[in-house]
């Protein structure tokens, strides 16, 4: 079975599928992405994430290619065509081909393209079990970070870091020491059974799975505070984790070179996967 992407209105086989070499996202990262988890063949928080992508495309106006309506039936269609299980869908919209010349062209169209990928069944659970270990470096991205965009190179630079110290993930530091978030992810430390992650702000993206999170919580009177973190906190605590689309939560067992407990997944892991997987919304 060969793979099948979405490009411009059509679809095509994945390794054949190409985009002009002045489209803007190539030369200027002018464009903004979403990642949709795929549990059993349903996408995770479907309408989160695309008025999330709306909001984005909205912040940088790109004009949506295709009716908001529309986006579902491609990405459903791509589900079915690759045989999705358990997986993702990559979507990316750039602000079309032009000249290069930083201002907004006249009359591009704004490119689309829709990948979907599956991950090993196992994967994820087999993760969760070990719990990830964590890097801290400076956060060097730009001011608004809330837009979801595909400038990425410092989250890039940040998640190799990561990789280079034998951690898969990096948690990016501001200037005044706190923890904004991860490089793909949201951050979250769990102390004297009340959960803390950063609160919303252009300093950081508004999670999906944060907010689902959240929900859940709120559901099950567990307690949670939105409040900066620093390094002195993360020794302090009793369990954290991270979340996003793809990892869901996801077990932190070490930062730096402190261990997180007793350098073992913690019991609150389970809980909060639990209650996210209670709150999320399948389509
Ligand atoms: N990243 N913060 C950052 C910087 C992210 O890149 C992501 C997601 C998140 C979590 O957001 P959500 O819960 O909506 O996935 C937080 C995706 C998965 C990516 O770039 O691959």
Redesign the pocket.
Known sequence: MSRISYVNGAYCTHNSSVIHIEDRGFQFADGV???F?VINKKIL?YQ??LN?LFDSLNEIKIKSPIHKSAYVFHIKNLISKNQIKNG?I?LQITRGVASRDFKFPKNAKPSLVIIAKNLPDDEYQNTFQKGIKVKTTKDL?WKR?DI?TIN?LA?VLAKQYAVDNKCQEAW?VDNEGFIT??????AWILKNKTLYTTPLSNS?????????LIRGLKKNKLKLIEKKFNIKDIKACDEAF??????YIMPVIRVDSHRIGNGRVGKYAEIFRKVYMEAVKLS
């Open positions: 992405y979403e990642v988890g928080d989160g994430h999330r993702l990559y991205r970070v979801k990425l989250p990016l978030e991860g490089s793909s992810s949201t950081i993206l508004n999670g999906i799975t944060r907010k689902t991270i979340t996003s689309a793809t990892q």
